[in-house]
């Protein structure tokens, strides 16, 4: 009885100790995903204050465009008009479109998980659901396109009313807010990306500190009978 005992101990004390190292390691994981989340935040709040800076130029020189001339005034109104209205609808697509990725992703996941258990028939139904939302996909992504070269289309034919020569600022301008738009965006989809990695290693480091606090508990427990 008391060699069980101290075998019981024995096991514990190993078992303690691999289950503090893993907490340990995720510990040193974690610290290294704020430490990264942090400098993608100040890169993003960077990315942020360029672009209000540069669309405040864009709209100041547009304004400055407006104002010099009506015939400037009235293409470079329709032409935003339209932009605002083509960008409400491409917003509505990304949305569908991040939808539809996420749900593909999901049944491929579960169809990868049957096809492990050896559910043939199961991971061929989600794969076909997983292929259908990829084929939405490739819709949203072809009309996104067809609306932005609308936009750019739209855009040429309003530099063909409006000469560069008489809107070099104004096209400076909204070229460079267009360039600090993407970086943004990059900068969002970079931050977006390493939150779900940090709380992913938060929830992995909960749950070695759990289990270490249950393993430490049961061998208290044992060292006290």
């Known amino acids: 009885m008391q060699l069980d005992r101290n075998l019981d101990i024995e096991k ?6 691999e289950a503090f190292w893993l907490v340990e390691e995720w510990k040193d994981k974690l610290e290294q ?4 989340l942090l400098s993608a935040a100040k890169s993003r709040s960077l990315a942020y204050t360029e672009y209000c800076a540069l669309e405040d130029k864009r709209d100041w ?3 400055a465009v407006k104002a010099s001339d009506d015939n400037y005034r009235r293409v470079w109104d329709e032409f935003e008009d339209y932009k605002d209205y083509m960008n ?3 917003d509505l697509l990304r949305l569908k479109f991040e939808t539809e990725h996420a749900l593909m992703e999901e049944c491929f996941k579960k169809s990868d998980f049957a096809y492990d258990n050896r559910d043939k028939k199961e991971a061929s139904y989600h794969r076909s659901e997983g292929y259908e939302h990829k084929r939405h996909l490739l819709e949203f992504h072809e009309e996104i396109c067809r609306l932005e070269k609308q936009i750019a289309n739209a855009k040429a034919e309003a530099e063909r009313e409006a000469p560069e020569c008489e809107l070099g600022d104004y096209l ?4 460079a807010f267009s360039a600090a ?4 965006q990059v900068a969002n989809e970079e931050y977006e990306k390493l939150v779900k990695e940090r709380d992913l290693c938060k929830a992995e480091y909960e749950f070695a500190c759990a289990m270490h606090e249950r393993i430490k508990k049961a061998l208290e427990k044992v060292k006290s009978h």
């Open 12 to 17: 514990l004390k190993k078992d303690e100790e």
């Open 33 to 36: 995903c704020e430490l990264i």
């Open 61 to 63: 020189e547009y304004e």
């Open 181 to 184: 738009k993407i970086r943004l």
């Open 172 to 175: 400076r301008a909204e070229k």
């Open 88 to 90: 409400s609808h491409i």
